[in-house]
């Protein structure tokens, strides 16, 4: 007799599968952030004001908000996270979690955040920027 096919039961297991690997792959990211914080925070307010994303008084003020929203995300559990990003998560068909909590970061919260003057571009473009210095950190 032939085998009994149960897509059913093939479909979850690969679904499975690719949820479990992009859960593994989100926490590595954020375990990965804790090894390069300093250089992180420095490297990505260094290209947002050079790429004229962020006008702002002071570069090393910028650098301090990115340095304690990398340290909330290190310790938000993952509800909080998902929040954050969910209106920016069709900027990128698969997104980085830090640069995409960065992104929303800098579009929602840094706004309004005193030495700055202003931000420009399109959420694509401040993503782009955040997800190049984010890839060169913590693929290393």
């Given amino acids: 007799m032939a085998k009994v096919f149960r897509p059913k039961t093939r479909e979850a297991r690969i679904l499975s599968q690719i949820e479990s690997s992009r859960e593994r792959e989100r926490h590595h990211s954020i375990t990965k952030v804790k090894e390069c914080m300093g250089p992180l925070s420095n490297s990505i307010a260094m290209k947002l004001i050079e790429n004229n994303l962020v006008e702002t008084v002071s570069k090393t003020s ?10 909330s995300l290190m310790t938000a559990d993952d509800f909080d996270v998902d929040y954050k990003v ?5 900027v990128s068909s698969n997104p980085n979690i830090v640069s995409m909590y960065l992104t929303a970061f800098v579009i929602e919260t840094l706004i309004n955040h005193k030495d700055v003057i202003d931000i420009f571009g399109s959420d694509d473009e401040i993503y782009s920027c955040i997800n190049n210095q984010v890839q060169k950190h913590i693929s290393h």
């Fill in 62 to 71: 910028l650098e301090d908000q990115i340095s304690k929203c990398l340290e």
């Fill in 86 to 90: 969910a209106p920016f998560r069709n």
